[in-house]
């Protein structure tokens, strides 16, 4: 598709694929000016879109490449489940094929070990941002972190719940269940003792999954510098209604600087190194509800346009329907 093509104010999305071993990835990159670029890898089940938010803060500073790994974001999967190794191969292979010079690797939730998998295997990478890291190693049981994910999924917003109920059921539960047993048994806690990148770890203040003290004793075992901090308000998907917040801290760490900034001293004890960033104040919507409901049905209609591309093996539908529903998502918040 050419750029005259596209509506002008949509933004400039590319969809392309990233070829594996039998196997392949998808990456959304929007933005082309700024000093260093992000790579954005989502959790089990879950899709490129839980970063809708956090793209659009992050691309004033750098072009942010999401990816869609294989078996999620309507992505096919493979015949056997893939290891957390192996994910975060085929995101090396993204990086490498895209041209990337030591991008910003920003991961969530399994995507923290894939992106920590991956750091360790590339000396070469020197900024790692964590956000809402599993899987906590006293409590690596599947009842345990349902329990613990059902918990935080009460302080979620409802947009976050309605991308997870269609992001799993285009995952399928069958490749789910193929790949939860490895992101339960992998031990992130150990990979990192071999990261040389400095690391950035970001926690929602109501995420079960992701408590205070499992923070704590991860950020202990990272030999290079690193900052600890958690925003209030926050859940599991701290980086979606906190969109502002995290681009923020990811940006100063990536430029050097100490994410946590002004943030506030967490506490003592195992408390100690963890800073706390209050929320911030929810941005008011300026529509009306007719412009309001439009932009919700552009929005709908944008991503069944996704779906057909999926369903019919075409990335320029998938590219059509990211670009119209984030035009609509832009318009939507006024």
Request: hydrophobic residues 45%.
């Amino acid at each position: 598709m050419t750029k005259s093509e596209k509506s002008a104010r949509r933004p400039d999305i590319e969809v392309r694929r990233i070829q594996g071993d039998g196997v392949w990835a998808r990456v959304s990159s929007v933005g082309e000016m700024g000093e260093r670029p992000f790579v954005l890898v989502s959790g089990i089940g879950v899709s490129s879109h839980y970063f809708e938010q956090l793209a659009p803060h992050l691309m004033q500073f750098g072009p942010v490449h999401a990816l869609d790994l294989p078996g999620f974001g309507g992505v096919p999967h493979a015949r056997h489940a893939l290891s957390i190794q192996q994910f975060a191969e085929l995101v090396g292979k993204a990086i490498d094929d895209l041209g990337l010079e030591d991008p910003v690797i920003i991961g969530h939730s399994m995507g923290t070990q894939i992106c920590t998998e991956l750091a360790a295997a590339r000396p070469e990478l020197t900024t790692l941002v964590l956000i809402s890291p599993v899987i906590d190693a006293s409590a690596r049981t599947v009842p345990v972190q349902a329990l613990r994910f059902l918990r935080a999924s009460l302080h979620e917003p409802f947009r976050v719940k309605l991308l997870a109920v269609v992001a799993y059921l285009t995952c399928g539960f069958g490749w789910f269940f193929k790949i939860l047993p490895r992101m339960m048994s992998y031990p992130i806690e150990r990979t990192a003792g071999r990261v040389a990148a400095s690391v950035l770890v970001i926690r929602g203040e109501h995420d079960a999954v992701c408590p205070r003290p499992w923070v704590t004793r991860l950020s202990s075992a990272f030999p290079r510098a690193l900052d600890v901090v958690e925003i209030e308000g926050a859940a599991h998907s701290v980086m979606h209604a906190h969109a502002r917040e995290v681009a923020g801290l990811c940006v100063r760490y990536a430029s050097g600087a100490p994410a946590r900034g002004d943030a506030i001293d967490a506490g003592q004890g195992e408390n100690a190194d963890i800073a706390v960033v209050p929320e911030a104040p929810k941005q008011k919507v300026s529509l009306g509800p007719t412009d309001a409901a439009k932009a919700l049905v552009d929005e709908v209609e944008g991503a069944v346009v996704e779906f057909r591309g999926n369903k019919t093996d075409d990335d320029r539908l998938v590219e059509l329907g990211r670009e119209q529903q984030a035009e609509a998502r832009a318009r939507g918040h006024g």
